[in-house]
């Protein structure tokens, strides 16, 4: 099969490789299309990757081509995405159900062979089937909108309150879709993109806000009745929106930072003293994953997404590129501030 294989910094090669077979318990996945995330651009550009060569891609869609021995309740041709996460069910996390929080963890895409191929192999429990309805393009947006469900999971989150989203890209654009969803009074959305902060409107968010803007806060808070936010959800990992997370808070909110730094945060003492005196629950949130594995987040999604609840706006995806031109896709990464949003890579038949 051909491959975007990764054989150092800035060393990407799309090539043949030995084509994966499916053993005991595993299914081969013929993959439509992937999405490149955050986490893959260090590993392509930097020296994040765990070893080379590596396939990198965990963000994708396709249709079984391979059953491996012992598999039942799947088929072949069946539209299935994957969950990433290859927990060792035997540590007391798993045990617990916990399966984020697995310290002896495999992940399809990193230390193991991902989705920017043919083909990818997994395990026969990560797969996740979704109806005839989703494109396969959108269908590589599931992991995102379970990392956004499950921070809400994990913020004990209940509707009928005020809700600030804290950064309009793609988790947070999900997070703000399943708030609305289960129950929230209000969501409001907070970027300093304005053509992000269109798409939240687009997709569904009562508000939005420029952050870069004067005055911005007061004007949100008093819309929200004027006491602050009953949730805050932080997803852009920048120390700015982790530092407004404490400002919008109202007294005994739920913060929760799905968003993660890649710098040290500082909190002047007056500011994180509003965590004392709001009396407010902060909480993280990792990963996307529940028992039964691979969790609620996913069946949930898979629920929402085939019958058109879950919005899916052709703006989430700002480019398209054929794997063959992977390389091509992620150069564009060297220079951040010129992407607008995903970019997909696609098989084409």
């Known amino acids: 099969m051909k491959a975007a294989v990764l054989h150092g910094q800035k060393d990407l090669r799309y090539e043949e490789i030995e084509r994966p077979q499916a053993g005991e318990g595993e299914v081969v ?22 070893y080379y060569p590596i ?34 069910m035997q540590c007391a996390d798993c045990q617990r159900g916990d399966y984020s929080l697995c310290k002896h963890y495999r992940f399809i895409g990193s230390s193991l062979f991902g989705s920017f191929a043919d083909f990818v192999k997994v395990p026969a429990r990560n797969v996740v089937p979704f109806g005839d309805e989703v494109d396969f393009v959108k269908a590589a947006f599931f992991e995102p909108s379970t990392i956004g469900l499950h921070g809400l999971f994990c913020a004990g989150y209940q509707g009928g309150a005020h809700v600030a989203i804290l950064g309009g890209g793609t988790i947070g654009l999900f997070t703000m879709q399943w708030a609305r969803l289960l129950g929230a009074q209000s969501v409001s959305v907070f970027d300093i993109s304005d053509a992000r902060l269109a798409l939240a409107k687009r997709m569904g968010a009562d508000r939005v806000y420029n952050t870069s803007k004067e005055g911005f806060l007061e004007e949100a808070v008093a819309a929200a009745g004027g006491e602050g936010f009953g949730f805050v959800f932080e997803t852009a990992g920048q120390n700015a929106t982790m530092a407004l997370a404490f400002e919008a808070a109202a007294n005994r909110a739920s913060v929760c930072f799905i968003g993660t730094s890649s710098r040290d945060l500082q909190f ?3 500011q994180f003293e509003k965590m004392n005196r709001k009396e407010f629950r902060l909480t993280g949130s990792w990963m996307s994953y529940s028992a039964p594995f691979p ?36 150069a564009l990464y060297e220079n951040p501030g010129q992407v607008g949003g995903k970019i997909m890579l696609v098989n084409e038949d």
């Open 268 to 270: 002047p003492w007056k």
């Open 295 to 330: 969790g609620r987040e996913w069946r949930m999604t898979a629920d929402y997404l085939s019958d058109g609840r879950l919005a899916l706006d052709d703006a989430l995806v700002w480019k398209r590129f054929p794997m063959s031109e992977a390389a091509e896709a992620f």
């Open 29 to 50: 996945i013929r993959v439509k299309a992937a999405g490149i995330c955050g986490s893959d651009i260090p590993r392509v550009l930097g020296t994040a990757a765990h």
């Open 55 to 88: 396939v990198l891609g965990h963000e994708f869609s396709g249709v079984i081509e391979e059953l491996g021995p012992g598999v039942s309740g799947l088929r072949p041709g069946q539209r299935v995405t994957a969950a990433p996460l290859c927990p060792c």
